[in-house]
């Protein structure tokens, strides 16, 4: 199986910056794509950046310009930067990964980590 756990959420000032990772374990032989989502109260999850595993990367346009999604496909790591933050960025944030593994190599399986709180204050 595949974990998915992700660190850095947390309280941040409007205009600051904040950078959440994800790292990907289990018995892992490809990571097709990683990506961030998000869901704010009341809202439905939407997409807010994913990369692939050769850096092809796709935005959200309400986070173009501001967040940059990065990897390190040698440790199976995912990053969000998220510069000039916003009230509206307030939200869960899930970090994705499509993943083959040694049970199903042949099959890019969807995962999700647990969520990580991010607070933009106004």
């Known amino acids: 199986q595949v974990q998915l756990v992700e660190s850095g959420g947390g309280l941040v000032q409007f205009g600051g910056s904040l950078r959440v990772s994800c790292v990907a374990s289990?018995?892992?032989?490809?990571?097709?794509?990683m990506g961030w989502f998000r869901q704010a109260p009341g809202k439905q999850r939407e997409l807010v950046a994913t990369i692939t595993s050769g850096g092809s990367t796709n935005y959200a346009d309400s986070v173009k310009g501001r967040f940059t999604i990065s990897r390190d496909n040698a440790k199976n790591t995912v990053y969000l930067q998220m510069n000039s933050v916003r009230p509206e960025d307030t939200a869960v944030y899930y970090c994705?990964?499509?993943?083959?593994?040694?049970?199903?190599?042949?099959?890019?399986?969807?995962?999700w980590g647990q969520g990580t709180q991010v607070t933009v204050s106004s």
């Open positions: 994705n990964a499509r993943v083959a593994t040694l049970v199903s190599p042949s099959f890019y399986g969807d995962y």
């Open positions: 289990g018995s892992i032989i490809s990571i097709n794509a």
